[in-house]
């Protein structure tokens, strides 16, 4: 009797353990099948299960996050760290990713991480919260395994660990309104000791550098000083270039800014063409605080922190920027649209580019199943932030109207009144075009969770439709065991619609809430003409200057380019709805070369003619 139930045991043993290896066999499929498209282009922000912080969680503020990436290539492979996460991401294609939970960490997390890769035998890292601790090493990042040296060093918050081909070792660090970048050297071969030499180097010059002015447009009613932090080095062609982020990161002008070298420690010289990477305008802002790292075929990719800034000046995402060196050894970044779909790293003559496909969305008439709230909300400096309750409104089919999803702007948001698949979204697009593919930006409203937490997913269903009436499933998530905050999704084949609804099965957190609709394709109709009439006006703060033009019809918004030559145009402001524009970021002394393009869901209109504006 015994003997037989034991059999019996056993055999529902291995009836479990088959039906459960044949449910994560199926659910890894679907997942698989759920993102096979998503390697040939990618989204900023990024598409990943950023980890819910716990700044605030005393407030019980919940809200994730991901800032200052410090993203690695390790034989072959990449590792990304990102604050507070409490791991890693892995990946093998800088797309997808796949988060890592270590065996030993820092018990807060890390903070402002730095890794390096010693020539493909040990990955070092440190990012302790407290602004001291050792400096971890393992040679398996996969297994997450690390060991801490013995040595405890001081000052290591917002670092940079550089170990250059000599094998000498240096420590970059500061954050500060106040006190400039410094480095120190360290004995790799003796626990990461100092060996007692120490250097001032850098700080922000606002009087002479636009850009590096606090606050959101770089201005701000008190404060003119900019905070410098986040250093990173990446040395090229025997040169050194030594980044930094100005000035704070909640604002839409979050950037990087380079210093070049000779040597490690110096003298640094300010980079002409400044700030390298910088994206102050359309969806989500701002490109400081990163790392650049060297793709295996040769490519730089730079990785950075944007601001969402909605739950809290702390609430942050992660973006991607193809980057380059010129002939005269200038650094610059590509972030023109550069929350538009954009080629994958694996495309061989276009990474990172735009891809071309333009937003079908913006302004669409969107209706919701119910609304516990809707907040407009609107930073003008790092006081003044404008939050507006909208009160229900309904259209002449008593649905319920939202105006938050169709914005651009990732800091208004809907609150459904319930978490269930009773819970969609529609929209109705102000003209039909091709669907190629759709980003959710979803919102975290009092979710309750204040840490890591596994075993989250997002489960919807996405239709589109030609008249309103006849709709087509195109996504179906609703088995989905992906975390996904901001899901960029990608259709196999683009489908034409002038409708699309968003059906909700299960969110994370207690409220199914959202900030941003986004549809991708092309329209069918033409793309606008070329501006005319661009005029550009210097202030009397040369840092300062007015651009006016005339509108063009059928346009959605304009993008600003400009740089210090004509085959030089580095930098770009994407604005919609609007025919003159004011920025305060350029520095004083430098001629600059402009050009402004209107756009459409049709397509980009050639560049004006380049003016020189002394």
Known sequence: MRLQLLILLVLTLF?????EENNESKSAETNKEQLKNTSETYINPLDIDYTYMVYNSSRNISYRSGADPAVIEFKGEYYMFVTRSFGYWHSTDLVNWKFIKPQQWFFEGSNAPTAFNYKDSLVYFAGDPAGYGSILYTDDPKKGLWTPTSSISNNIQDSELFIDDDGK??????????????VKMLNRDDRFLETGVRKELINLVEDEHGWERFGENNFHPTLKEGYMEGASMT???????????APGTQFNVYADGVYVGETPLGPFTYMKNNPMSFKPGGF?????????????????????????????????????????FDTDGLMYSNTSYGDYPRYAPSHPTKAGEHNGWMLLSYKGDATVSSSLKQIMKFTSNDDEVKVTELPVETNAKGEIISKVFTDENPKTFWVSEANDDKQWI?????????????QLNFHDYETGIYTRTEGLKHQF?????????????????????????????????????????????KVPGANFAMSEFRVFGLGLGEKPKKVEGFNIEREKDRRDATFKWNAV???????????????????????????EHFMRCLDRDTPYYFTIEAFNENGISDKSEIILVE
């Not at 009836?15 to 039906?19: A, R, T």
């Not at 109705?428 to 593919?437: C, D, F, L, T």
């Not at 609703?478 to 909700?504: E, G, T």
């Open 553 to 579: 019809n059928g346009a959605q918004g304009y993008n600003i380019r400009w740089g210090i030559a004509p085959d030089k145009l580095y930098q770009s402001w994407l604005v919609y709805d609007t025919n």
């Open 235 to 245: 040395k090229h062609n025997g040169k050194y270039y030594l980044q930094f982020a």
């Open 426 to 438: 529609k929209i109705e697009m102000v003209n039909p075009g091709k669907v190629h593919a759709f």
């Open 169 to 182: 070792a240096y420590l970059y660090w500061g954050s500060s309104n106040v006190h400039p970048i410094q």
């Open 284 to 324: 989500t802002n701002g490109a400081g605080h990163g790392i650049t790292v060297k793709q295996t075929n040769g490519q730089y990719w730079h990785f950075a922190t944007m601001a969402l800034a909605s739950n809290s000046q702390w609430e942050r995402r992660l973006c991607m920027f193809p980057t380059f």
């Open 461 to 505: 269903v996405i239709e589109v439709s030609e008249d309103g009436e006849q709709w087509q499933t195109v996504v179906d998530r609703s088995q989905s065991d992906i975390d996904a905050p901001n899901a960029y999704i990608v259709l196999d084949d683009p489908v034409q619609a002038k409708f699309v609804r968003y059906k909700n099965i």
């Open 15 to 19: 009836s479990c353990k088959e039906k």
